[in-house]
């Protein structure tokens, strides 16, 4: 974003998620149905397998579980520790970063600070690819663990590396550091995403 206000401004950029945005409600408008059946690209087979879905989640939404139960539930508390030392740091790349590297380094070079989240964002995808990949090769556990386990361990090197780099004259040494340190806590996003759905089945989005 900070290379694309370089270019058009602050308020144009704006206008162009405006834009972006109308471009994608017309596709939708095209392709989007309120119901599968009505789609000319859905096949009998995939109407029958989303029927049998939604059937499947009725029978489950039946099921009542106290929300106590559910907050004091150790896999919960384990996972709402993962997702905060994850939030935690990625808030960082979109609040504190930006002022922090003009302040240090100069407003020339404020558009360093997208580097981190376009690191993230692939990360995010090789992370979810490798839980997809590990779970379809037979080991349903190990592919919520080792994307996660793998996700921490380069985020916590990151951050220690960053810590040393505070005196540096150049903003290289920093936003390197900081963007293995966003590489890593995004690997983690689609395993813990994975957990909570193998713990909360059809609650799966209250509980993450």
Known sequence: ???????????????????????????????????????????????????????????ASQDTIPYFQIVTSSNVLLAMLQYASRNITFFISISWLLP?????????????????????AVALWMGGSLVTYLHKAGYPVLSRRLPAISGYLIAAVGLLLT????????VWPF????????????????????????IGGSRSGAVS
């Open 1 to 59: 974003m900070p290379i694309v206000i370089g270019y058009i401004g602050w308020r144009m950029t704006f206008v162009a998620n405006a834009l972006i945005g109308l471009i994608w409600g017309g596709v939708w408008w095209f392709w989007f149905r309120n119901d599968p059946s009505e789609h000319s690209k859905v096949n009998a087979a995939e109407l029958k397998l989303i029927r049998d879905g939604i059937q499947e989640g009725e029978v």
């Open 163 to 170: 810590t040393q780099t505070v005196s540096s004259e150049s």
């Open 175 to 198: 936003i390197a550091c900081f963007t293995v340190a966003i590489f890593g806590v995004e690997m983690t996003l689609s395993p813990s995403w994975a957990f909570c759905m193998d």
């Open 100 to 120: 922090h590297v003009q302040k240090t380094w100069g407003a020339e070079q404020a558009w360093v600070t997208s580097i981190p989240l376009l690191a993230g």
